[in-house]
């Protein structure tokens, strides 16, 4: 006999109430109803898949950005499984900032090869300006940040940032932490998100 949808539901309810203990045990700054809250926003965006592909994630922008995927996607396998998307989240909304640095140096290590370059910066940097339409040469302007950037972060001097010196940096000015694109959410956009996210379904 099948299944009615009475029953799917709350087989799925049990489920995710299953999903969310084991996540919420794993991963930190989420407790179980807020990480059950995350697996149901998860599924809503994705139609119930576990899942989501670099070819399907458009519909995740208003949270991640494109740019950002390959830190979500731990084990680099080209999707995002319901794990990942919450340890991902739990770094983005509300991690320490031990965890931000390590998140955003992986974001602006476009390569992964462990250090950022002078080609990675002005990449980043290009795509992150606001160009007036009467400026002469902005890219000028850009490569002389670039230069201004290395004498202040690339603190032993071999011509590209790595994890230490990128860490240094920041510690010693918080500002620094998005100095190549900004890579988090604002204070607001993370407190409208967890507002509307942490919401009770209704009929709870």
């Given at each position: 006999?099948?299944?009615s949808?009475p ?6 309810k049990?489920?995710?109430q ?47 950005y ?15 499984s319901v ?30 090869d462990g250090?950022i ?5 002005l990449?980043?940097l ?15 302007g850009?490569?002389?940040?670039v ?9 032993d ?10 860490e ?21 956009s ?6 509307q996210?942490?919401?009770d379904p209704?009929?709870q």
């Open positions: 006999m099948p299944t949808l029953e799917m539901s709350a087989l799925n049990k489920l995710t299953t999903l969310a203990e084991t996540i919420s045990k794993q991963v930190k700054h989420f407790n179980k109803r807020e990480t059950e809250c995350l697996i149901r926003l998860c599924n809503g965006l994705l139609g119930d898949q576990t899942l989501v592909s670099i070819h399907n994630s458009k519909s995740l922008l208003l949270l991640v494109l740019a950002v995927f390959h830190t979500f996607d731990k084990d680099s396998d080209g999707y995002i794990k990942e998307w919450i340890e991902g989240l739990s770094v983005f909304l509300r991690g320490t900032l031990d965890e931000k640095i390590k998140y955003c140096f992986a974001v602006y290590d476009l390569n992964s250090y370059s002078r080609e990675e910066m990449q980043m290009n795509d992150s300006m606001i160009r007036e339409p009467t400026e002469e040469d902005p890219d000028e850009i490569k002389d940040l230069e201004i950037t290395f004498k202040r972060m690339d603190y001097h071999d011509g590209r940032l790595s994890y230490a010196d990128f240094r940096a920041v510690r010693e000015e918080n500002l620094l932490l998005e100095a190549f694109g900004s890579c988090l959410p604002d204070a607001e993370t407190l409208v998100f967890e507002e996210a942490f919401k209704p009929g």
